[in-house]
């Protein structure tokens, strides 16, 4: 294979280049290295990561998710809307409703269309995973499981983190075995908060649809906010809702189309 088709979107400004295997051949194709060369800002396409559209035998689809550095992550919010608004107009699928296997497990992506209109797309992020709390560098950090890992910290003013200093910081410390996301969370009020996100194998981005949800966990739990939250990100907004019910937190953003292309490999 010399060139591959791909599409670029994004969703708040956290940007992906995803590739259907369904038309592509990529049995032969080395992912991670693809993902190095095509995440690339200067000599590549340049995204925050790479989705790949595979089938599945456990859900309508399967995605699978590479970070800019190679590295393959477990799960990706803003990128899970922006496979299922992909899919759903791809294959003009009828259900707004669709099943998508990852290795953080089965999401339900549910696709808001309004007058033949696709708004926003839902998901079902499942139940949070609370790890404990450890203090690194100065933060109280605790630790969130939204399928991939996140150290959060609650702070009075953004403005002071350095996140290109700190990040990477925390990212890579040893106490974290397989490395983590890491938030830093302003509370605004009880109905909103506001997001600085440094991502594994990415650095800084615009919006993280995990770590979001991550956030309004951890800014609950300490008793700074209510379970419905607006996050305030770089990049824009996303809504979060940490059901009291079923403990499911659900994550609701845009999807946009950015481009198409081919890349020569």
């Given at each position: 294979m010399s060139a591959v088709n791909f599409i670029k979107m994004q969703g708040l400004?956290?940007?992906?280049?995803?590739i259907d295997s369904r038309s592509e051949k990529l049995e032969e194709v080395n992912l991670k290295e693809l993902a190095l060369s095509i995440c690339d800002r200067h000599f590549g396409v340049g995204?925050?990561?790479?989705?790949i559209v595979w089938p599945?035998?456990?859900?309508n689809y399967r995605m699978q998710v590479f970070n800019p550095d190679g590295s393959e992550a477990e799960m990706c919010g803003n990128g899970i809307r922006c496979f299922a608004r992909y899919v759903y107009e791809k294959d003009k699928l009828q259900t707004v409703v669709i099943s998508v296997e990852t290795k953080a497990g089965i999401m339900l992506p549910a696709l808001i269309v309004e007058g033949g209109v696709l708004r926003a797309v839902e998901v079902d992020m499942g139940v949070p995973r609370e790890e404990g709390e450890i203090t690194l560098?100065?933060?109280h950090l605790q630790k969130i499981s939204i399928g991939n890992p996140h150290a959060v910290a609650l702070v009075s003013d953004l403005s002071q983190i350095d996140l290109a200093e700190i990040g990477p910081v925390i990212e890579l410390a040893s106490h974290f075995v397989n490395r983590t996301?890491?938030?830093f969370v302003k509370?605004?009020?009880?109905?909103?908060?506001?997001v600085k996100v440094w991502e594994r194998g990415a650095g800084e981005t615009l919006a993280c649809g995990t770590g979001a949800?991550?956030?309004?966990?951890?800014?609950?739990?300490?008793?700074k906010c209510g379970r419905r939250v607006l996050v305030h990100l770089p990049g824009g907004e996303l809504e979060v809702e940490w059901q009291s019910e079923d403990d499911h937190i659900l994550m609701r953003g845009p999807a946009e189309f950015v481009f198409e292309g081919k890349y020569h490999l």
């Open positions: 400004g956290n940007d992906f280049i995803l995204a925050d990561g790479l989705l599945s035998e456990k859900a560098e100065g933060f996301n890491v938030e509370i605004i009020n009880d109905k909103e908060i506001e949800c991550a956030a309004v966990v951890a800014a609950h739990k300490a008793g």
